[in-house]
């Protein structure tokens, strides 16, 4: 079974750049992600901030939309909208464990309803 997870932005941004603290270990759980290891399930806000993020760092527009280009056609990589469920379990486990340390990565945890289908929850 595949197992579900949303990165937080600053994991893709250090993936994506060397020069990023923790860049290897972010690095190979992008590569994970891209190989079907794992299905990330990110809001939309998710690809806002790592094509921001690569802009203001790099200064390169066209670099920022290879970034949002190559996000959105990674297949193990779903963008939704984010909806109240996720942000109250995401907000827990922030307070949980704490945001920003340059690698933070949110597994699904027990109870959180898993997506049937393209638009929906099974018991909605």
Known sequence: MVAYLTLDSSVIVAAL???????????????????GEFIALESYTV?????AAI????GSEHLAERVKSGLEN???INFLDLISIRADDAADISKETGVGDG????????????PTGE??????
Not at 47 to 51: I, K, T
Not at 103 to 114: A, F, L, P
Not at 119 to 124: H, I, K, R, S, T
């Open 47 to 51: 690809l806002v901030e790592v094509v």
């Open 119 to 124: 638009f929906g929850y099974g018991d909605d």
């Open 103 to 114: 690698c933070n990565c949110y597994s699904n945890r027990k109870g959180i309803r898993q």
């Open 74 to 76: 990674i297949d193990s």
């Open 17 to 35: 750049r060397e020069h990023e603290e923790k860049h290897e270990v972010c690095k190979r759980l992008l590569e994970r992600v891209k190989n």
């Open 55 to 58: 802009k203001r760092r790099t």
